[in-house]
């Protein structure tokens, strides 16, 4: 302020004349005058710090922003994270047959189209793929997700993807699809930065003894078709859309789980539940949000119910039982497709 505005200056422990401690006060009022004028000087500026609350002005820098923030809103390309429809083998999705280390895409010409949308609803058809064959020669023995572009490009990474609301810790090639927000936000960490990611993942491929030994396609609709809050299983979700594709379960390879105990399912299965005085199960994407899938109650004379409950891939769930002297059973059953 003392760049423009003159002021009398007193020294401390002599007397100040009424007229010159009034002259600085109208000095003062004729500069804050100014100031609010609309013609005012434009080199007369006041620092505003960033508002933190409902009365409080907004500066420039927040503006800015804000309006940064919405454009990138506008122009994002579309999150991708799903299969709407695509080949089908015996009601589960078949996209890749293989042999040896070569894999060879069923997409378009005898096969079914592939079709992904976006977080809009927009709908993207592959018909054909590029390269025609994906050979993984010279790839280490592991397990890789296979992943295609909107153009129909095909390849694979050795990555982990994470579908969850936190950040989880990732390396370099690894894919969160941040489901704490609507819509989804999709990022690949490239070792120094965040990359917003728009291919789909579509299966996994995994080399042992330097051949392919199993390939799976992720099932299709995992999220209802669109990338949106959906996928978090939130109360009302249609959960049947995500397994529509899911097979028969192979009832000679069930495996005895514990109550009260969170499972992720590590292939697509069949949950079977069945308490003498009552019992609830529940599923989650992410581990946090909880959806109640099965619940049964009891009176004092009790009575038996069962419940066969399919949970997909990646699925986490968790059953209880309402009275300690149940006598009860909790198997998963694995599909016989996997």
């Not at 299983?233 to 529509?244: K, M």
């Not at 969170?262 to 609830?280: I, R």
Request: a negative charge.
């Amino acid at each position: 302020m003392t760049d423009y505005l003159t002021l009398t200056e007193f020294i401390p422990g002599t007397k100040a004349k009424a007229q010159d401690v009034n002259a600085n006060f109208s000095a003062i009022k004729d500069a804050l005058v100014n100031k609010a004028s609309l013609t005012g000087d434009s080199a007369q500026t006041f620092q505003v710090a960033d508002a933190t609350d409902d009365s409080h002005a907004v500066n420039k820098g927040q503006i800015d922003d804000l309006s940064a923030d919405l454009a990138a809103d506008i122009n994002k390309s579309g999150t991708r994270f799903c299969v709407k429809s695509g080949n089908v083998t015996d009601g589960q999705g078949d996209l890749f047959s293989y042999s040896v280390l070569t894999i060879t895409p069923q997409i378009g010409g005898v096969y079914a189209n592939l079709v992904i949308s976006d977080y809009t609803g927009n709908n993207t058809t592959i018909s054909s793929v590029a390269p025609s064959t994906l050979n993984l020669t010279g790839n280490s023995d592991g397990t890789y997700n296979i992943f295609i572009n909107s153009t129909g490009g095909l390849y694979i990474l050795n990555n982990t993807i994470y579908r969850q609301p936190t950040r989880p810790t990732m390396v370099v090639n690894d894919i969160w699809l941040d489901t704490s927000k609507d819509s989804f936000a999709c990022i690949k960490y490239s070792g120094i930065a965040d990359v917003e990611f728009l291919d789909v993942p579509l299966g996994e491929v995994t080399i042992s003894g330097g051949l392919i030994t199993v390939i799976e396609t992720f099932a299709f609709n995992q999220n209802g078709y669109n990338v949106n809050a959906q996928t978090t299983l939130a109360p009302g979700t249609n959960f049947s859309a995500s397994v529509s594709n899911m097979s028969m379960p192979n009832y000679t390879a069930g495996v005895s789980k514990s109550w009260a105990t969170v499972y992720q399912a590590d292939t697509n299965g069949y949950v079977y539940v069945w308490a003498s005085f009552g019992s609830k199960l529940e599923v989650s994407l992410d581990n946090s949000t909880w959806q109640t899938v099965q619940y049964s109650w009891h009176s004092d004379q009790g009575y038996s119910v069962s419940s066969f409950v399919p949970v997909p891939k990646g699925v986490y769930y968790k059953a209880t039982y309402t009275t300690t002297n149940s006598s009860t059973s909790l198997i998963f059953y694995p599909c016989l497709a996997g």
